[in-house]
């Protein structure tokens, strides 16, 4: 891996789209040491400007040669893309961090939250997959639960934003909204059914169980960062007509009885979580407000009407930035910090 320095050169692949804009946002926010950005996306983007600290970028074109100098790559271009070019990255000497599921479930690959797994990471940084957006949100606020007191098992239902689906979702939904109020037929691209004014209990690809690609994600990711492959995990994935955020039902059975008021304070005080839940002002988590924040926001804490050892909570997180561009910046930083141990 390359030496400690003053400043590291990054490289954005897929920086056109919904995820990659916000890593440059996020790398400016986060106020990481960036030396040369390269911009990099398909042949579609070249010479187009994309905003970074005041000034623009100009997008080129990814190709074999892009990563000569990079010390951090980030990827979100799919997993095609990712499954291409990121060994070539760190053939280059990069650390690649990649938001496709293309590595995550490799065996000698870390899957990393920064909050919850970052032992994880080890002194090896080749190809470091950053988790599905719906598994991390979940993760951040199961972690301090199964510390304490050992989660057995969680059944969770999402309610997933368009946003997930890239910018193309995103002017989906918007169009469909207008034609339906305007009174005219509606197109379908990105999504199988309307998803304007409807829910569809479909993200990703069916697999031969019946579950979705999305839910098994749920299932085999949250095992693999909890570095728990007993925990029973029931998963039900749904797009819901929500631009931005992510939003989450989840019931966890635990060996311990919980108590509402400790695991309230526990989550509080537990990295990276808002705890949001009081209802009596009506104040629980919502997707609206999510967008644009960093945080995975907790609330609706309460126990199971019968049993000690179940609660039910509702988590929303905004899903282009803790559940894609947020995370992978965290991973870099976590990466520079055990370079500079
Ligand atoms: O294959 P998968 O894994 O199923 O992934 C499918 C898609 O899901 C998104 C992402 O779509 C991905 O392509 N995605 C992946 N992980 C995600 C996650 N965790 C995720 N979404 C949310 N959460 P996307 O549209 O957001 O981004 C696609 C990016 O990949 C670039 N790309 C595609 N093929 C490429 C390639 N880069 C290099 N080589 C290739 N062969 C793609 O670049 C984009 O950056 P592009 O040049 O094709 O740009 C597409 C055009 O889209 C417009 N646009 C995008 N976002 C915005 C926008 N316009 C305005 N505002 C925006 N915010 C631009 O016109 C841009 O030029
Ligand atoms: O595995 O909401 O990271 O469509 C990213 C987009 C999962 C689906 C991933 C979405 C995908 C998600």
Same mark, same amino acid.
């Given at each position: 891996?390359?030496?400690?320095?003053?400043?590291?050169?990054? $490289?954005?692949?897929?920086?056109?789209?919904?995820?990659?804009?916000?890593?440059?946002?996020?790398?400016?926010?986060?106020?990481?040491?960036?030396?040369?950005?390269?911009?990099?996306?398909? $042949?579609?983007?070249?010479?187009?400007?994309?905003?970074?600290?005041?000034?623009?970028?100009?997008? #080129?074109?990814?190709?074999?040669?892009?990563?000569?100098?990079?010390?951090?790559?980030?990827?979100?271009?799919?997993?095609?893309?990712?499954?291409?070019?990121?060994?070539? %990255?760190?053939?280059?000497?990069?650390?690649?961090?990649?938001?496709?599921?293309?590595?995550?479930?490799?065996?000698?690959?870390?899957?990393?939250?920064?909050?919850?797994?970052?032992? %994880?990471?080890?002194?090896?940084?080749?190809?470091?997959?950053?988790?599905?957006?719906?598994?991390?949100?979940?993760?951040?606020?199961?972690?301090?639960?199964?510390?304490?007191?050992?989660?057995?098992?969680?059944?969770?239902?999402?309610?997933?934003?368009?946003?997930?689906?890239?910018?193309?979702?995103?002017?989906?939904?918007?169009?469909?909204?207008?034609?339906?109020?305007?009174? #005219?037929?509606?197109?379908?691209?990105?999504?199988?059914?309307?998803? %304007?004014?409807?829910?569809?209990?479909?993200?990703?690809?069916?697999?031969?169980?019946?579950?979705?690609?999305?839910?098994?994600?749920?299932?085999?990711?949250?095992?693999?960062?909890?570095?728990?492959?007993?925990?029973?995990?029931?998963?039900?994935?749904?797009?819901?007509?929500?631009?931005?955020?992510?939003?989450?039902?989840?019931?966890?059975?635990?060996?311990?009885?919980?108590?509402?008021?400790?695991?309230?304070?526990?989550?509080?005080?537990?990295?990276?979580?808002?705890?949001?839940?009081?209802?009596?002002?009506?104040?629980?988590?919502?997707?609206?407000?999510?967008?644009?924040?960093?945080?995975?926001?907790?609330?609706?804490?309460?126990?199971?009407?019968?049993?000690?050892?179940?609660?039910?909570?509702?988590?929303?997180?905004?899903?282009?930035? #803790?559940?894609?561009?947020?995370?992978?910046?965290?991973?870099?930083?976590?990466?520079?910090?055990?370079?500079? %141990?």
């Amino acid at each position: 891996m390359f030496k400690k320095k003053h400043k590291y050169n990054i $490289a954005v692949v897929g920086a056109t789209g919904a995820v990659g804009r916000r890593m440059l946002t996020t790398l400016e926010e986060r106020n990481f040491p960036v030396g040369q950005l390269s911009a990099l996306a398909s $042949a579609r983007s070249i010479g187009k400007k994309l905003p970074f600290k005041g000034g623009t970028i100009e997008v #080129k074109q990814l190709t074999e040669n892009s990563f000569v100098g990079v010390d951090f790559a980030l990827f979100s271009a799919g997993s095609s893309i990712s499954k291409k070019y990121a060994p070539i %990255a760190v053939e280059s000497g990069c650390v690649a961090i990649d938001n496709s599921s293309a590595w995550r479930m490799e065996k000698d690959i870390p899957l990393i939250v920064p909050e919850v797994n970052p032992s %994880a990471l080890g002194s090896k940084c080749g190809i470091i997959a950053n988790p599905n957006c719906s598994t991390i949100q979940m993760v951040v606020a199961l972690k301090p639960i199964h510390d304490q007191y050992r989660i057995r098992r969680v059944i969770v239902s999402t309610y997933q934003s368009v946003s997930g689906s890239g910018q193309k979702a995103i002017e989906e939904l918007k169009q469909q909204s207008r034609d339906i109020l305007d009174g #005219k037929s509606i197109q379908k691209n990105v999504f199988p059914h309307q998803i %304007a004014f409807n829910c569809l209990p479909h993200i990703d690809i069916f697999m031969e169980n019946g579950y979705t690609k999305e839910e098994m994600k749920m299932v085999d990711e949250t095992r693999k960062i909890l570095g728990d492959s007993t925990i029973e995990i029931s998963p039900t994935a749904v797009r819901v007509p929500v631009f931005y955020s992510h939003s989450e039902s989840v019931n966890v059975e635990t060996e311990l009885p919980m108590e509402v008021d400790k695991v309230q304070n526990l989550l509080s005080s537990s990295p990276g979580i808002f705890l949001v839940d009081n209802p009596e002002e009506s104040e629980y988590p919502l997707a609206v407000d999510a967008c644009g924040k960093e945080g995975v926001f907790v609330g609706r804490v309460r126990r199971d009407l019968v049993r000690t050892n179940v609660l039910n909570f509702w988590v929303v997180s905004d899903n282009l930035l #803790k559940g894609a561009a947020s995370n992978a910046v965290q991973i870099a930083e976590l990466a520079l910090k055990r370079l500079e %141990a």
